[in-house]
């Protein structure tokens, strides 16, 4: 007995000792270089709260946090700017408690002050997904300087998901002094969002329109130690084949969130030196669709927009036009949700003669020259693979008696004619799930969301009670197993009545040098902060 | 200076008020013809958003506003040469445009200068040897240069030089990153310069090259050429001197109306090697519906097509006093 204890004791002593290192190993295995990656196109601004487009999300959560991080493909919340935090049991009151060594990158303290004044000024009125974060929101309290409390009007499931440092960026207050916050003008211009002043790990050190973006260590970040890395470098490069070769000859690190053509993802992943990765962006979740314009005949019969789902050859989409960078889409949730996507749902099956059939039987006969109704179809102006989709779903819809034409536009006429004018039959796009369906898949099905003018919302005129009651229920929801229940009835309407075409679920392809570590931690990898990359 | 020709050059003057007004207002209507704004292209980038928010953008960007009052409002600020601000980039028109004519002009410069000067050698040697070998070899060439897409070209070069080679950088305008002395600095740049100029001067010397083999080929059946021949002076000083310098009259037209499009840069080449110059400003502008920033390139570069035009013609007018009594 007397002898154990001892021995216990070293070998907890050596326990806790092997643990440190290997927690100190896992955090930097070398401290020091830059990391260099190439993204088109360029960010237009260093904050998400201007816009939350790819390239602008995947610098700036380099540079601001917020207040969790987040581990796992679920999102499991973890420390960032709060250090600990508490759920009252009707869960209606969150309060966090604040580090309190953390400065700004302009060496001024962070406080309450600041949370308070990002989330009610900035990002509830200003961030795309600000009103759905945050509509509940009853009051926002701070009763000393590093103590928040949000008390919510109704519990909402996914209120611990909404702190990632991309969605909900905390803003220093004092950055905004003698700015109207009263108007997006007002907010959009202020010279933060283009001289960020953040806490995170890396600060702006210069930025070169159309070249490149040098962001570097924060001396006095307060996770000591990290980061691992001194720069982080953006290069924008236009050009995909030019992206590629500076990913081959090494003179970038990596290439993230899909950032080179499917082709030169294919060939570079048979590259020693290079690593391809799907993981990382579960919670992002992106989900390509046929939109649907469901207001008038025959697109409005749920036969036809079955037959048309039967028509096409998802497996063909995906390896053919998308180079195997993707699964066959089957319902609005997509398959590799963690938690949510419901395993009963039967992928409509690739076959002419069913189609076929189901057409005859809606009253949609052939007529002498083999066609039975003519429409048009646009497509997301994102490139090539979707002007190649959209070839192949005239072929292929051609097949079964449906004349298709095609309508070209760019980005601003596309988006202009599906959802502003709803002049459209149909027409290709996608969805991201984010890390909850009640934010990510609710915009598009629900009747409420049937508004002129709102981007990426639901352009098809589709209107369910049931789908609307479901997804008005299943947001305040807190007992998982019931909202799974309801997620799964959704799921099971929608995959019944086509409002959209399910087509594929893409995959956002990382590619990058092996000499770099530590890139995939969660489910929104490359929105997050990288302080524990590091590179050989 | 004379009352004609003062009157001249005040006339000439005054007639490019409206020109750069009418321009403007062409400007401004052609680019609302296109449908689609920015706060539409901001919401769709940020992955959606609510309607209120699509609202505010377009409100706080002037753009609920009747079409009139913004091309008033465009015009006001023109007056006092406010190019506005850039909605999307949400910085100065003026600076943006500022931060990429640099690396415009020296790319277009120096592609330019080099094709003009090789282009035109080329083209006279090819004449003076005209149907033989290198006359051939010459038109060849110059007929592949001409023919081969310039992206095309470019990647092959950086397949060549960056890949097999591994001796030129793939990409961009300088290295990324380390403090240079100026002079190191200015041959970093400059290795960067070697594939885009390549690839872009070896286009126009296709050009230059063509263009003045014919000229010369014409010059050569004039009579003072026989002339000169019956003076018994050498071929070559025939060739050099008399019929290149009649003929690099068109190519010198040529290449002066080019310098009109130096602004514009090229999109392909700055595309395919990074290079942050104007062109690629504006096909990004263009895409994103940058109205003020697309209205502010337009602007600016017409006004300088118009001025270059002014300068030659005020030119004219001193050398041919025809003109001034038209």
Redesign the interface.
């Known amino acids: 007995m007397i002898r154990t204890a001892p021995a216990g004791l070293i070998l907890a002593a050596s326990f806790a000792l092997a643990s440190l290192s290997a927690a100190s190993a896992q955090q930097c295995g070398k401290t020091g270089g830059?990391l260099?990656y190439v993204y088109h196109?360029?960010p237009?601004?260093l904050s998400?709260i201007?816009?939350?487009?790819?390239p602008v999300a995947i610098i700036s959560t380099k540079i601001y946090e917020s207040l969790l991080s987040y581990e796992g493909a679920a999102l499991t919340p973890k420390p960032s700017l709060a250090e600990s935090w508490t759920v009252s049991d009707d869960k209606k009151t969150y309060t966090f408690n604040l580090r309190r060594d953390v400065k700004w990158h302009d060496g001024k303290p962070f406080t309450a002050e600041d949370v308070a004044f990002s989330v009610e000024k900035i990002v509830r009125?200003?961030s795309?997904?600000g009103?759905?974060y945050f509509g509940d929101l009853a009051a926002l309290e701070t009763p000393d300087p590093y103590t928040v409390v949000f008390k919510l009007k109704d519990a909402v499931p996914f209120f611990m998901n909404v702190f990632q440092p991309g969605e909900t960026p905390i803003l220093p207050k004092h950055a905004f002094s003698g700015i109207d916050v009263g108007?997006?003008?007002g907010v959009?211009?202020a010279e933060i969002?283009?001289k960020p002043i953040g806490t995170g790990p890396f600060r702006l050190k210069e930025w070169?329109?159309?070249?490149?973006i040098?962001l570097e260590k924060n001396s006095d970040y307060w996770d000591k130690g990290r980061p691992c890395l001194d720069?982080v470098?953006l290069?924008?490069?236009?050009?995909g084949?030019?992206r590629a070769?500076?990913v081959?000859?090494g003179?970038v690190d990596l290439s993230p969130m899909s950032g080179l053509p499917e082709a030169e993802i294919q060939r570079l992943s048979k590259l020693p030196q290079i690593v391809t990765s799907r993981e990382g962006a579960e919670a992002l979740g992106p989900n390509m669709w046929l939109e649907v314009n469901m207001r008038e005949a025959p697109l409005a019969d749920v036969k036809v927009r079955q037959a048309i789902s039967m028509a096409l050859d998802r497996t063909r989409i995906v390896d053919v036009i998308w180079y195997g960078q993707g699964t066959p889409g089957i319902g609005p949730i997509v398959s590799s949700s963690p938690i949510f996507f419901n395993e009963a749902l039967k992928p409509y099956e690739y076959s002419l003669a069913k189609a076929n059939a189901l057409l005859d039987e809606a009253g949609y006969k052939r007529g002498a020259n083999g066609v039975r109704f003519k429409m048009t179809q646009n497509f997301l102006p994102y490139g090539e693979n979707w002007l190649r989709l959209a070839e192949y779903i005239r072929q292929e819809l051609g097949k079964v008696g449906i004349s298709v034409e095609t309508q070209s536009?760019?980005?601003?006429?596309?988006?202009?004619?599906v959802?502003?004018d709803w002049s459209f039959n149909i027409t290709s796009t996608f969805?991201?799930n984010?890390s909850d369906p009640s934010i990510g898949v609710e915009?598009t099905f629900t009747s409420d969301n049937i508004?002129?003018?709102?981007?990426?919302?639901n352009s098809m005129g589709y209107k369910n009670a049931r789908v609307d009651e479901l997804f008005s229920k299943v947001a305040r929801e807190n007992d998982p197993a019931v909202r799974k229940k309801q997620f799964d009835e959704i799921q099971q309407i929608l995959h019944d009545e086509l409002p959209v075409i399910f087509l594929m679920e893409m995959s956002y392809t990382h590619v990058w040098n092996k000499r770099v570590h530590g890139l995939i931690t969660n489910g929104i990898s490359m929105y997050s902060s990288w302080a524990g990359v590091w590179k050989e | 200076m004379m009352p004609a020709k003062l009157w001249f050059v005040l006339r000439r003057v005054l007639q490019v008020i409206p020109v750069v007004l009418a321009i403007a207002a062409l400007n401004f209507l052609l680019l609302h013809l296109a449908p689609g704004d920015a706060a539409d292209i901001i919401a769709a980038q940020s992955g959606g958003a609510t309607p209120e928010f699509v609202a505010e953008l377009r409100r706080s960007f002037g753009l609920d506003r009747p079409l009139y009052q913004q091309f008033l409002f465009y015009i006001a600020r023109l007056m006092t040469f406010d190019l506005g601000w850039s909605n999307v980039q949400q910085r100065p028109v003026f600076d943006l445009i500022a931060d990429r004519v640099p690396a415009t002009l020296l790319l277009m410069m120096t592609g330019i200068s080099l094709a003009l000067l090789f282009g035109t050698l080329l083209g006279i040697l090819a004449a003076m040897r005209h149907r033989r070998g290198i006359d051939s070899v010459v038109s060849v060439l110059a007929l592949l240069a001409y023919a081969t897409p310039q992206f095309w070209l470019g990647l092959m070069l950086i397949v060549l030089f960056s890949i097999t080679l591994g001796v030129l950088p793939s990409g961009g305008m300088m290295t990324i990153g380390p403090d240079m002395s100026a002079g190191a600095r200015a041959l970093d740049v400059a290795r960067h310069l070697l594939l885009p100029t390549l690839t872009l001067g070896l286009f126009y010397m296709a050009i230059y090259a063509r263009l003045m083999r014919s000229a010369m080929l014409e010059v050569y059946t004039q009579e003072f050429i026989t002339t000169a021949r019956a003076k018994g002076l050498s071929e070559a000083r025939v060739g050099l001197v008399h019929a290149a310098s009649n003929a690099l009259l068109p190519v010198v037209t040529l290449a002066g109306v080019q310098i009109g499009h130096l602004l514009g840069g090229s999109v392909l080449v700055e595309t395919v090697f990074g290079w942050p110059g104007l062109g690629r400003l504006v096909f990004d502008a263009l895409l994103q519906r940058d109205l003020n920033l697309l209205l502010g390139v337009l602007f600016v570069s017409s006004v300088l097509v118009v001025l270059i035009n002014l300068a030659v013609d005020l030119l004219y007018g001193f050398l041919d006093p025809r003109i001034v009594h038209k």
């Open positions: 830059t260099t196109p360029e237009t601004a998400t201007a816009t939350s487009a790819v009125p200003y795309s997904r009103r759905v108007t997006a003008a959009r211009g969002m283009q070169r329109r159309g070249s490149h040098i720069q470098v290069r924008v490069l236009p050009d084949a030019a070769i500076a081959e000859t003179e536009l760019d980005l601003g006429g596309w988006l202009k004619a959802y502003t969805s991201h984010y915009r508004k002129k003018g709102a981007t990426f919302t």
